[in-house]
Every structure is written in C-alpha cells, then in structure tokens.
C-alpha cells in the first residue's frame, strides 16, 4: 500500500493572518518502516504530515523522547523525536522542515525522476532473515529469506527458480503467499507477491519476529 488519498485540512472560521505563518497539514495514509533504537525495524502508518511533523500509527510501543527513522514507499526517509503516545499513535516533530508536495510525489511515483524511470514505488523492506521454503509443482525446496516486505521478498536459495512459474512462498508465521520470481542472480532471487500481506499481518510478524524492547 503506497500514499493513498489525501486532502488538505483547512480551518472552517476566518484564519486571519496565522494562516500563511501555519505549517499546513496533509491527511494522509502511507505505509513506513520504523526505526527506532532498540526496535529494531517496524511498520507503520503516517496518518497525516506537515513541514514540521507527522502522526504515526504502529502497535509497537514507542516513548515520548524516540529519536526515530521512517522510510516511507518510494524512498523519503524522516528523521524526529517521539513528542506523544496514545493508543497506538504517536506524534513526530522532525529535525528539520520538509517539503510536504515532495514527500507525498516521491512516495506516489508522480516525482519527475519516478516518471523518468516510469518506476513504481517500493515498498519499504524489513531486513530480517530467516528459514522458509519455497513450493514448485508441490516440491519444497528450502530457501533463506533475507529480507520481506508486504509486496515481496528476496530469498537465497542453492537452485535458480523457473522464472515463468508461479509458486509459494512459506515463511513460518506467515500465511503461505503465491508469487513469481522477478529476477535471479546467482544464489539469489527477488520474488512478487500475487497479493499483498495484509498491513495487520505483517506488522504483528515483524513485531514477534524481533526482540521485545
């Protein structure tokens, strides 16, 4: 799931002149990865952002004072400090001033160097390794996961895969996901999720997946 839509909050009264002073707030729904000291990398959700800051949204518990990272799809990273929590969400004052249209460009593939490429933002990736299997023609072959993210994943694995094959990936906590291989290099390959892992799911993976705080 990439930058989904958004609109601009606006104040219903006469703002007068601390409208143009106010840093403008855009609601939002676009997927991160977390990194927080300590937490190892996590995902979340940015609810809305701003010149100046953003609210997230994450079961993992973060404190007030957090210096955290958050790679957004297509590759902004904002860096801040954890200013509240409540139930799950948290409020981020970033270290420095942003700018919110780019931000949003970048993560939707609309920038001018996304359309140069004519790329398709990728969604932020978890480097946890681990055991899993993948299933050809109902052969199981083991493979090691190097890193997963709710669209795909790259695994290390001692035979080069049929590329014009469709297959399942088995990762233990996980439910099994059919994919196809998108590339091959040597002992590795970049596999394509059919369907997405469900934001819910793959948060409480990599939640247990890591070591508690």
Known sequence: ????????DHNAS???PWAARAPRTVTTLMVGKL???GAGEQLC???NISASGMMLETPFPLREGDRIVVELRGG???EGQIMWVSEGRAGVQFHEAIDVEDVLAAAKGSSPAARLRRAVPRAPRFAI???????CNGVSHNVVMENISQSGARVRLSNQPDLDRVMTLVVPGLSPRSCTVRWAEDDSAGVAFIEMIPYAELSAWLNAAQPPR
């Open 1 to 8: 799931m990439g930058a989904a839509e958004h609109q601009f």
């Open 14 to 16: 006469d703002p007068g």
């Open 35 to 37: 990194i927080c000291t």
């Open 45 to 47: 959700r940015v609810r």
């Open 76 to 78: 902004p990273v904002l």
């Open 129 to 135: 390794a681990g055991n899993a299997r993948l299933v």
